[in-house]
């Protein structure tokens, strides 16, 4: 191999690696964004996270006030039971 082919050849390589590079760094830059959108939406379901547990809290609340309710009227249907005639039932 000459001189001159030899050094086409390295100015071939040269080119190649140089598009190589710049594919590269746009991939990089495609990652790059992807993270950050990736940890915006990260951050957002831990916000509704957040949120979902407060739900939850309020209706072991609300739940737990039915039960008494449910309470109150199963004895007030105890009590007027009596009062009651088998025609009324």
Known sequence: MD????AEIK????????G???????VIEGLAAN??????VET?????????DRVEVRLDRVE?????IETEFGGL??????FITRSDA
Do not use: Q
């Open 77 to 82: 249907k105890a009590m007027i039971r009596p």
């Open 11 to 18: 100015r071939h390589f040269n080119v190649v690696a140089e």
């Open 44 to 52: 957002r379901l831990d916000r509704v996270d957040v949120r979902l």
């Open 35 to 40: 993270t950050d959108r990736l940890e915006r």
């Open 64 to 68: 737990v006030r039915l039960d008494g």
């Open 20 to 26: 190589l590079r710049a594919d590269i760094r746009v």
């Open 3 to 6: 001189y001159e082919t030899a």
